[in-house]
Structure formats: C-alpha cells, structure tokens
C-alpha cells in the first residue's frame, strides 16, 4: 500500500478521494493551496512596495527625479549577492542621513550601506525594543523629604578680634 501525501501546510494526511493541488512539487489541499498562494503574493507585493519607497526616498535625499544607473546596480548588486532586504537599505540610508547627520553631498551613491547596515539593524532593534517596554518616569521616581540640620562649624583655634 502507497504512503498518503502530507500537506505541508497543515500536516494532516491527502485523501485519494480529496481534491488536491501541487505547488513545488508539493501536494496541498485547496483551502491550504489558496492561504500558501495568498501568502506568496503579499510577500511579493511586499518587496515591490519596499523596493518602491526605497527609490523614492534616494531620488529625496540626492534631489533627483530617477536613479542613476550607478545605483540601480548598487541595489541589485546588495539585494541579491548581500541578501540584503529593500526595506532594509532603506533603514539605514535613513539611519546614515538622518539619525547621525552625515552629509549627503559626499556622496555618489548608497556605497555605505555594506558597512552601516548591521550598525544600524542593531539601532532599530533596540529602538523597537524600547518603543515596546513602555515605562512611566513618573511611577519610577518617588519623593523623599531629607531634612538636613545646618551644623556651624567653628575653629576653636580661631582667634576673634571682638573678644580681645
């Protein structure tokens, strides 16, 4: 007797007699088929809208209406060899420029993202992580009344003029 397919999706056994669809070479039901192939769509929907925002926040900072050529390649080149992410340059061209202030007529292209962009995915993290610890500074701080007595230190040794 043949081993029944597994849906990877919900890891429950196909039926010979349930409707099935294959996706990868993978067997799916179809209520799983169409969330695997939603999910798919709003990922690549996703890096399209990453992509999008990424460019026009270059063409902002340089004052231009479209990408040079010199960094389209830049983008591709960091996207598919770096692995790095769009929304992820895009994080730290906004780190570079707009938390540390560097300058941007200095610049030609986005060469400084290889080298700032674990710097600045260690920025964001932690700043998440503080945006999601929310602290009151009034509840940290509590008020204590000290009373403090004035001592008058004299010099015995001291010699007063009014005494003599």
């Given at each position: ?11 429950k ?6 409707n ?66 769009y929304?992820?340059?895009?994080y ?12 941007i ?6 060469g400084?993202i ?29 008020e ?5 007595k004035?001592?008058?230190?004299e ?9 003599l």
């Amino acid at each position: 007797m043949a081993r029944k397919a597994i849906c990877p999706k919900c890891n429950k056994p196909i039926e010979v007699k349930d409707n099935f669809k294959l996706y990868k070479n993978k067997k799916y039901h179809i209520s799983c088929y169409k969330e695997v192939v939603q999910e798919v769509y709003q990922k690549t929907n996703t890096q399209q809208d990453d992509k999008q925002e990424l460019y026009q926040y270059i063409c902002g900072i340089f004052n231009i209406k479209e990408l040079t050529p010199l960094i389209k390649v830049q983008i591709e080149k960091y996207y598919i060899e770096n692995e790095f992410t769009y929304s992820g340059m895009l994080y730290t061209l906004k780190y570079f420029f707009d938390v540390l202030e560097n300058d941007i007529s200095k610049c030609e292209g986005i060469g400084i993202i290889p080298y700032m962009y674990q710097e600045a995915k260690e920025f964001y993290i932690l700043k998440d992580k503080l945006d999601k610890t929310e602290f009151d500074l009034n509840n940290c701080v509590t008020e204590r009344v000290v009373k403090v007595k004035i001592k008058k230190l004299e010099n015995p040794y001291l010699i007063r003029m009014e005494e003599l």
